[in-house]
């Protein structure tokens, strides 16, 4: 996009404002441009020094795509002169031409920013919730609003894909610009520390700066956690070019009462926000501030509390997702909103029917339980996602939410990010371990690392949370993470909660430098919709105190039905994945036969596992602790080609605590299955209880 009247700027010009050298003749300049195969006529191409490219090494495609100019390095001049096709361009010449790009972005393009009410929003966590949560209460006001971040870009309500949280200054400055020409009044944007240390907001005025919290996170680009809050500030601190003239910050934690005091100490107005009932006085012209005096209640996948103004006047504010963060995050997006100049009420109107792509969003596709998407990929915002979730399943009143829900499990899929910090995996498995029933560890976006190693380390702080504070009670590593939401689905029954956190909105994983189409929303509901229309029923086969002729007979006849209802690999359709796939199943306890011998009995337990292998049983399970059913399980073993087709279990309780821990999954029996039971009353009677009290599980067909 680019406006359909651009300002434009002279060389000279630029030159005077960023103290850059102009080596060659002036000449006007209408856009800015650092991609080479974006330049369009008129472009100034900035051809920035990179980790492994210069980019005055594409200056020639640049000066091809209509550029009529570059800034860049001494470096980059050589470059520049060294190619035919570029030797006799105009060059502006900096040390650091990074440093300068967003002033000169902004002059090309008439300092759009200034005739917008901009604001800014900056924190670990939170980010784009807040701004979404502004810009509905700046509609509800009639403004026209303009909306920057990680999701995506909109232009009073129309939409523009990103890739980036915040755009690199010349795309910004010119989006600016296009947004201007359409009328927008005033912008809501999130604000990376990665922006703010690397200037992409430079040349940009923002009318107010806010401020969510501070977590570990991009501890890969900053050294320290006291260096990422220090780019944070920026938005705040009255030696940074900036700072925002008006401040609303969160101080929920330390880090918040440390902003809070940096932006009193410069903002021409500073409030703050507390969920914990009082604001913060500051020394700066305004140091009241918005907080939470009570609750009203809570409904599905919502809640109402009680806020005060800085006047002291007191709201009622509904706040359309879960979580007490989330009510810092309304409760700032007021705060915001009305240091914008709009009235609370209104603001406060705009909330209630707020919905946040990939942040806490539900996929309901009819079952009977909660299915959620969201974004969380640090530690805190795991923690905050399972206690959100947490409260919600159980109806903790000790819990932030407080709301009566139906009693039930969790389970939670997540990874981690390949080139990205390392230190917080380890503690993204840890704070699952402690707030799910159920880890499965899988890959995110692995980029150019090796997968295996990042779902290593985030299974390894999973596992080295102690016994007494880990609430997991299983912790699976897949790699697939389709395959991983599939098992977390199979898994839950009615009553719990799902989550697949980490990538929230995203809709492709980036593997080995290519981008694969994948959104969690999408194959989340595609697996929530195969459980439905799984068939409902477990066909069982039982005989209770059988003989090894009659488990024959019987064996028989399971395969048979199996055959005539299509269950089983052997009729399952090729390259289709056997786990996902109805399944036939033999458990077999010791069997009766005639005689003492105990050789022969052993023989003919050997022969019928070795019969269930070559009959196309998926899995043969072997019950108790003698010689014949050892011998059993060693025939099933023998005849099959790895061992997989076989289980041995010494004790009936045994099996039944795998029966119950893994209900349905692939490990055991589940609704479309077929399965033979042969043995004693007591195996027959446990398992047949097993499947009687699970709800996901109804039993349809039982032949004896």
Known sequence: MRPA????????????????ELIGDDRSVLGVTLRAQDAAPGDLFAALPGNTSHGAQFAAAAIAGGAVAVLTDAHGLRLVRGERATESIPVLVHDDPRAVLGAISARVYGAPSARLTLIGITGTSGKTTTAYLTEAALRAAGRSVGLIGTVEIRIDGERVPSSLTTPEAPDLQRLFAVMVERGVDTVVMEVSSHALSLGRVDGTNFAVGGFTNLSQDHLDFHPTMDDYFAAKSRLFDAGSPVHAAAAVICVDDVWGVQMAQIAQASAERCETVSTAGSGLSGSGRSGSGWSVVGRVGSGVGSQRVVISGPDGAQHVLTVPLPGAYNVANALLAVGLATAAGIDPATAISGLAEVAVPGRLQQVDCGQDFLAVVDYAHKPAAVEAVLTTLRASVH?????????DGVPGRLAVVLGAGGDRDTEKRALMGAAAARGADLVIVTDDNP???E?????????????????????????RVIGDRARAISDAVAWARAGDAVVIAGKGHETGQEIAGHKYPFDDREVLAAALTA?????????????????????????????????????????REPGTDET?????????????EAGDDEDARCVVHDLLGRQAVRLAVDQTL????TRAVRALYQGAI??????????????????????????GTPAVPRAGDLVLVAGSADLVRSVQAVWAGDPAIDVGVVVR
């Open 622 to 625: 072997a019950v108790g602790d």
């Open 447 to 449: 980029r150019s690392e």
């Open 531 to 571: 459980r439905q229309l799984a068939p409902p029923e477990l066909t069982v086969f039982a005989a209770t105190d059988a003989s090894v002729a009659q488990a024959r007979g019987l064996l028989r006849a399971a395969v048979t039905a199996a055959a005539e209802l299509g269950i089983g690999s052997a009729h």
């Open 638 to 663: 023998m005849e099959g080609s790895w061992g997989e087709e076989a289980g041995f279990f010494a004790t009936v309780a045994e099996l039944v605590a795998l029966l119950t821990d893994r209900s």
């Open 5 to 20: 009247h651009p300002v434009g700027a002279e060389l000279t010009t630029l030159a005077e404002l960023s103290g850059a």
């Open 395 to 403: 109806g903790d009143e000790s819990s932030e939410r407080g709301t």
């Open 580 to 592: 996902a796939s109805r399944r036939t199943w033999a458990i077999f306890g010791e069997l009766r």
């Open 451 to 475: 997968p295996a190693l990042i779902r290593a380390a985030v299974a390894a702080g999973a596992k080295s949370v102690p016994a007494t504070q880990r609430r997991a009670a299983e912790i």
